[in-house]
Each structure stands twice: as C-alpha cells, then as structure tokens.
C-alpha cells in the first residue's frame, strides 16, 4: 500500500469513529426523555383506570339503592292494591249497619227492606266504578262461552235454547268474565231435562248482546 492510500485510509477511519461516537451521544440523549414520557403515559392511564373504577363503584351502590327502593314498592303495591275499592265500600258498610240498627230500634219490616234495597243499589254502583257489571241473562240466548247452564226446563215464555232463569246472577270484570250466570235453559218438549253443557269462559266480544 502506498503511503497516499494509507493516508486516505486513516482519514476514513476517524471518519467513521467521529459518526459512531455522535450517534452513541445521540441515543443516550434521548433514552432518558423517552423513558420519562412512559412514566407520564402510565400515569394518566393509572389515573384514568382509577376514576373508571370509582364511576362504576358510584352506579353499582345507586343501582343497589334504586333495586332496594323498587322491591319496596312492589311489596307496597303488593299490599295496599285493593285500597281504593275497600275505602269505596266502607260507606256501604255503615249503611248496613244504620239499616239493622233502625229495624231493631222500630221493628218495623218494610223499612228494612227498603233500606237493604237501597244499599243493594248503592253496592251495585260502587262495583259499576271498578269494571264491574252484571252479564244480562233471562231471556236471552244461551250462550255457553257466557252462562253455566245447570238444567233444562220446558217453558211456554222463552224459545228453546234461551234462558229461562237465573239462579245466580254472573258479572263482568271490564271485558273478562269474572263469574259466569248460572241458570236453567228452555228445552223443546221432547228433550230430556238435565244439566245443559256450558260453562264460565272468556267473552269474544268483552261485552253483553
């Protein structure tokens, strides 16, 4: 080798020394900021996990309170449903008991009667106000899926198939049968007397003929 190419050599040796020791200065430049902007990041993520936690911890004691308040209620509901009927019949209640008083008190026959016809009427209206009213029957058609028939009977005031008494008196609950009539049926001459098919079912149209 000539003494310009070992000239030339040295020169590029110390070339590529001076770039490698920049580069090294370089990287231990920047290790430290890196490093220090992951504490920064872990932190707020820490801080973010932190009120995540606390938020769901908040909405899982109101949902706990909220559930308890709403079992409370039901159990209420549950209990105190049927306040407004009772208060709706208590004034029939004293009705009844002025009525038996006052008869004690005359001995008087007829105006006992009145007065629990009276009281009659003034149930039946109380019942009107909640949904309640009778199903009509004497006269009208049987119709099982409306009257329980118990027997037949051969009547000279009434078609074959219709009703000819009620012996106890049905009702509806709005469109719901809630007691179906019991009554007795008109039957052609030759049929055999005895109970009749039918019994309480649920009105098709919620509402008498």
Known sequence: MSEKDKKLHTISELGRGSSEAREEEDSQGTEPE???????????????????????????????????????????YARFANESLLKELLPIID???????????????????????????QFMETLAKFGVRPIPSVGKAFDPSRHQAVA??????????????????????????????????????????????????ESPSGAPN
């Open 152 to 201: 037949r009977v051969e009547s000279n005031t009434v078609p074959a198939g219709s009703v000819v008494e009620e012996l106890q008196r049905g009702y509806y609950l709005h469109d719901r049968i809630l007691r179906a009539p019991m009554v007795t049926v008109a039957a052609g001459k030759n049929t055999d007397q005895g109970p009749a098919s039918g019994g309480p079912q």
């Open 34 to 76: 890196s490093v220090e902007e992951l504490k920064q990041a872990l932190a707020a993520k820490t801080e973010e996990i932190k009120a995540l936690q606390d938020k769901y911890l908040r909405l899982a004691a109101e949902f706990d309170n909220y559930k308890r308040l709403s079992q409370r209620e039901q159990r209420d």
């Open 95 to 121: 009705n009844l008991e002025r009525a038996v008083r006052a008869a004690k008190e005359n001995q008087g026959r007829e105006g006992l009667i009145q007065g629990v016809e009276l009281i009659l009427k």
